[in-house]
């Protein structure tokens, strides 16, 4: 997620949240540091403005859709304004935005409409953090001149990395990263997809030799340590 943050020296300063490839938990951790922030009494807002995979006429306040989770950690009201609100720019044909818009004969996302609602969203007074997050991996296409990569750059905001524990982790993880070279990133967090401590560890440790910033692990749900590993990784953000 991209987030941005006001009160103190400047997750994802501005921050941006995003991961080497999609389902790797970066809703998730979004919405807990929200609810974490919230409970401390500071101002949060945060938006997904690309979605695909979710049609704004026929949604469910109790659906497992990503900006349905967005609005509820706020505590928002479910409603068609404030999703829109959230992910103005929505398709869906659950695929890559380019090929969305294809699919369903939609114009392709406007890329300076969307890097202004962005800048707007991330310069309201009032937020003491504010969050954007993407969507799927970092190389994903936004239109046919676009991809997401671009977004971040030219919003110049921290990014928190989120990569899985999983065979094949370290090459699109450090692949993320290469892309990534001269952008601020906060933190890399490796979600234990897989429910594999000993892998978790040999990955984290192989990656710690080419990333120097701080990598962090979540446990998966299943584990004795996962609270303590999330509230590590939210202390260590804020």
């Known amino acids: 997620f991209f987030s941005s ?23 998730f951790l979004c919405c807990e540091i929200i609810k974490y922030l919230k409970q401390q009494k500071y101002n949060v807002k945060a938006i ?12 469910d306040e109790f659906a497992d859709i990503d900006n349905v989770k967005i609005l509820k950690s706020l505590n ?7 999703l829109i609100n959230i992910s103005p720019f929505s398709f869906i044909y ?6 969305a818009a294809r699919y369903e004969s939609k114009a392709y996302v406007d890329y300076d409409l969307l890097l202004e609602y962005c ?5 309201k007074e009032d937020n003491d953090y504010a969050f954007i997050e ?16 671009d977004l971040i750059k030219d ?6 990395l989120i990569s899985g524990n999983y065979l094949g982790t370290l090459n699109h993880s450090l692949a993320s990263l290469a892309l990534l070279k001269g952008c601020k990133i906060k933190s890399v967090i490796m979600n234990d997809i897989s429910n594999d401590i000993v892998r978790l560890s040999q990955n984290i440790e192989s990656l710690s030799n080419f990333f120097s910033g701080p990598i962090k692990k979540l446990y998966h749900h299943n584990h004795k340590d996962y609270d303590d590993s999330l509230s590590e990784i939210i202390n260590g953000l804020i």
């Open 5 to 27: 943050r006001r009160r103190h020296t400047r997750l994802q300063g501005d921050w941006s949240s995003d991961v080497c490839s999609s389902d790797l938990g970066k809703t």
């Open 48 to 59: 997904k403005p690309v979605m695909t995979g979710f049609d704004i006429n026929n949604y």
């Open 76 to 82: 928002g009201i479910i409603n068609r304004q404030n």
């Open 94 to 99: 659950p695929a890559s935005p380019d090929i």
């Open 119 to 123: 800048r707007d969203f991330l310069n």
């Open 134 to 149: 993407g969507i799927g991996g970092i190389m994903v296409p936004l239109n046919k001149d676009k991809l997401l990569l």
């Open 155 to 160: 919003l110049d905001i921290e990014i928190i």
